[in-house]
């Protein structure tokens, strides 16, 4: 097992499934674990488990929403606040959601989730992860339908009946650009970026209304399905294996293999179209 003693990680959505799972991996392996939690009291309970799992004290809790920019940058801040290093960030939470939902910043919720958080709270912590090199930033995600685009002209479904499984597809889509350009950008830096879709496992994504016929689905298959943590396993070897030191700009699957992603990713017009936009959609420019 790498020793991951003096390293200081950063999960969102820690308290649950795939995060939580992956921070008890990472305590395990010594490291320092920030978890960034939605609820402090479901972080406070996640966090005296993975302590207690762990056998390991160095685990912190920080709260926010994720989904109001001004709390990313809130616990941006509280996070320099804290520790002056980060070497490895997971940009974990995530969301499917059944109903269109509006962020109060005006944003479609799982656009706000699952790739403005990421894409701001990296932004806000790239000086201490440059500092900090050797670091790794991981982004969870999925394998969005095969032909996805983001639509830049409908990114909140004001034109578009909306449909959770598009959203979530076209978020995923868009947090996938987001890693390949990142990973350009860092070149050099002794920062690496990369996607890991940890397959599909047991989970709490969308539980509260998930449609019937999709829920029976998950029931039938239940035995069949991996658990959080051996979910969690595929994304411990990413962040903190010598392999993948210098790795950077991959999407990676079941046995480190590189996924197709959706062919607007190599498309480089709708890359540059996708930064400007959550720069302009997170205040960043
Ligand atoms: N499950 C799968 O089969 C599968 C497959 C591929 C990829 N993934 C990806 O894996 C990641 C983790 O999902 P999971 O399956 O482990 O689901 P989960 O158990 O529901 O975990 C999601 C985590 O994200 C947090 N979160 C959601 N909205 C948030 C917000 N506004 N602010 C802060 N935290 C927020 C949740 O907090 P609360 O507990 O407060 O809701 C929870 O801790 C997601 O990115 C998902 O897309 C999952």
């Not at 499984?165 to 995923?172: D, M």
């Amino acid at each position: 097992m790498t020793d991951l003693t003096d390293k200081i990680a950063l999960v969102t959505g820690a308290n649950s499934g795939l995060g939580k799972a992956t921070a008890t991996g990472l305590a395990k392996m010594g490291a320092t674990v920030v978890m960034i939690c939605r609820s402090r009291e479901r972080g406070e309970a996640a966090q005296r488990d993975i302590i207690q799992q762990a056998g390991n004290q160095n685990v912190h809790l920080l709260q926010a929403d994720l989904s109001v920019q001004a709390e990313v940058r809130r616990v941006a801040d509280e996070f320099k606040g804290r520790f002056n290093q980060l070497h490895l960030l997971v940009n974990n939470a995530g969301v499917t959601l059944y109903e269109r939902q509006i962020t109060s910043d005006g944003i479609e919720a799982t656009m706000a989730i699952n790739h403005l958080a990421s894409f701001l709270l990296t932004h806000l912590l790239l000086d201490v992860l440059q500092a900090s090199a050797p670091a790794r930033i991981i982004n969870i995600n999925t394998v969005p339908w095969r032909n996805t685009t983001v639509h830049f002209d409908d990114l909140h479904f004001e034109k578009r009946k909306f449909s959770g499984f598009a959203a979530y597809s076209e978020t995923k889509t868009a947090n996938l650009m987001f890693t390949f350009e990142l990973a350009r950008r860092l070149q050099g830096t002794g920062v690496t970026v990369n996607a890991v879709h940890p397959g599909v496992f047991k989970s709490n994504l969308g539980k509260q209304n998930r449609p019937r016929p999709f829920s029976l689905m998950l029931w039938l298959f239940n035995p069949f399905i991996a658990t959080p943590e051996q979910a969690a396993e595929r994304v411990i070897h990413v962040a903190a294996s010598p392999e993948w030191a210098a790795q950077t700009g991959r999407y990676v699957g079941k046995g480190e293999k590189d996924i197709q992603p959706p062919p607007q990713c190599r498309d480089d017009d709708a890359v540059q179209q996708l930064w400007e936009v959550s720069q302009r959609m997170t205040g960043l420019a």
